[in-house]
């Protein structure tokens, strides 16, 4: 019986019961610190420990929850762009690189000698 639940874990749920276990005791050790020194190692652990359960039991949790667990989010609060969207932007920036290339000459108007950007 034991045999089975264990070999149903795949690396990501031991991953993440190692995490659970280690935050745990980071938070109980700062129990024992100053109160002011224990203030950032106690939230990062207390954040650490909420991360994982959360991960961990993710297909537990009720469907509100667990669209903000699972859901594709970008940290930088940014939206997620189309491919379409992605190739209508290049193809602008590329537009504005020729017509801002246009008007400004990049080549010399003679032929260069090409022992002159060359050296022995």
């Not at 659970?20 to 939230?43: D, K």
């Amino acid at each position: 019986m034991l045999r089975q639940k264990f070999d149903s874990l795949n690396s990501e749920q031991l991953l993440l019961g190692f995490l659970i276990l280690v935050s745990g005791y980071m938070v109980a050790q700062t129990f024992q610190w100053n109160r002011v020194t224990a203030i950032f190692p106690r939230y990062i652990g207390l954040a650490t420990l909420i991360g994982s359960a959360l991960l961990l039991f993710r297909d537990y949790l009720p469907e509100p929850l667990h669209t903000v667990v699972t859901g594709d989010t970008s940290i930088t609060g940014g939206r997620q762009e189309t491919d379409e969207v992605k190739e209508k932007k290049s193809e602008e920036q590329l537009r504005r690189r020729r017509t801002s290339l246009i008007g400004r000459s990049h080549l010399p108007s003679s032929p260069q000698c090409s022992s002159r950007y060359t050296s022995v």
